[in-house]
Structures are given as structure tokens and as C-alpha cells.
T-cell receptor
């Protein structure tokens, strides 16, 4: 069984550009979470999908971030326009049921905004 | 605010020596507790979890953790460290079912020969 897959693994973009991160959860996992780790800080929650619906987006930093999960399968996280402080590692996780349960994480996308 | 504290940013342990990584959580209620590990180039992998019951829980790769309510702690231990254990370790909690994980800042473990 395939795990959680994230693409790309690395992205370097200039300030003001747009970047789209993708996450493919484990098949059948209705719950999909996005997290971000800024250098030197904790991994922080961004938002939570249940199927295609946003269950909780309280962690989204501002309206430059847009997450979608069309059809309740894969999810994308778009940053437009990117700022320097958006640099960090973006993780995706999926769970079969709501927490508490094991969350399966992808390897992360390292985003660098220059 | 709900938070998780991992007081040690970086620890170096000799191969074969024992290991203890500390984790404390805030807030009054007992959360659901987790330890994750991230090896270079990999995603986070669950080592073990505590929901209720026996306060000493066993995980993968020979790790164990003990929940101590009186100290609001959930420390991770391993009796004999292997070089392959070098990685970053994250303590995390869920306070309410259905909500997201709250992570500590992580502890990087280096293993010396």
C-alpha cells in the first residue's frame, strides 16, 4: 500500500511567485491535514479536510494560502504570492478516522522563497 | 495556550548507551500523546502513542515511553541506542478527538561511535 506522497520534494521560488504543493493521501483516508515547519520552530497545523470539506482552517496564516481537495482525494496547497516568511517544510498527513489515531505523514515539501 | 515542550534541542549519545528524551505538555486535561521520528529525507513516523491504561507504552524500534500525570510528562526511552537511531524526534499531543496534533520543537539525536 502506498503511503502519503507529496510533490515536489523541494521548491525554490522567488518572492511574489506562485507555488502549488500537492499531497496524495493514503487511499481511503478521509482525513487530510496540512502542517508547516518554519526553520527553528515547531511543526504547526494549517488545516484539516474531511473528504472534500474544510473541517478546520484555523491554522492558515493568511489569505495568500489556498487549499483544495477536489473529489476528496488529493489535496493542493497554493501560496500566491509567496513571501520570504513562507519558507519552510510543508507536511501532509492522512488518517482513516478522526484523531486520536495514527496519522501517516508524507516526506514533506521544502519550500524556499528567495 | 496548549503547548508541548521538548527542552533538549540536540542530544549526543554514544552507541550502546541509554537514551531519554524529555517531553512535557501544558493544559490541565490529559491529552492523547505521541512520539514521532523523522529520519533524513523521510516523513514523520509514529514510534508510539498513549491514550489510556498502562502508563508504560512500548513502541517500534525498541523505544518505550512513560506517561507521568503528576509531571505532565511523556518521556521517550531506549535502553541501547544504535547508530541508525540518529534522527529528529517529535513529541506531539491531541487534546480533543478530531483536532490536529500539537508538536514540540523536536530533539535532534546524534549517535557517536
Amino acid at each position: 500500500e502506498a503511503g502519503v506522497t507529496q510533490f515536489p520534494s523541494h521548491s525554490v521560488i522567488e518572492k511574489g511567485q506562485t507555488v502549488t504543493l500537492r499531497c496524495d493521501p493514503i487511499s481511503g483516508h478521509d482525513n487530510l491535514y496540512w502542517y508547516r515547519r518554519v526553520m527553528g520552530k515547531e511543526i504547526k497545523f494549517l488545516l484539516h479536510f474531511v473528504k472534500e470539506s474544510k473541517q478546520d482552517e484555523s491554522g492558515m496564516p493568511n489569505n495568500r494560502f489556498l487549499a483544495e481537495r477536489t473529489g476528496g482525494t488529493y489535496s493542493t496547497l497554493k501560496v500566491q504570492p509567496a513571501e520570504l516568511e513562507d519558507s519552510g517544510v510543508y507536511f501532509c498527513a492522512s488518517t482513516l478516522d478522526l484523531h486520536p489515531t495514527e496519522a501517516f505523514f508524507g516526506q514533506g515539501t521544502r519550500l524556499t522563497v528567495v | 495556550a496548549q503547548s508541548v515542550t521538548q527542552p533538549d534541542i540536540h542530544i549526543t549519545v554514544s552507541e550502546g548507551a541509554s537514551l531519554e528524551l524529555r517531553c512535557n505538555y501544558s493544559y490541565g486535561a490529559t491529552p492523547y500523546l505521541f512520539w514521532y521520528v523523522q529520519s533524513p529525507g523521510q516523513g514523520l513516523q509514529l514510534l508510539l502513542k498513549y491514550f489510556s491504561g498502562d502508563t508504560l507504552v512500548q513502541g517500534i524500534k525498541g523505544f518505550e515511553a512513560e506517561f507521568k500525570r503528576s509531571q505532565s510528562s511523556f518521556n521517550l526511552r531506549k535502553p541501547s541506542v544504535h547508530w541508525s537511531d540518529a534522527a529528529e524526534y517529535f513529541c506531539a499531543v491531541v487534546y480533543q478527538a478530531g483536532t490536529a496534533l500539537i508538536f514540540g520543537k523536536g530533539t535532534t539525536l546524534s549517535v557517536s561511535s
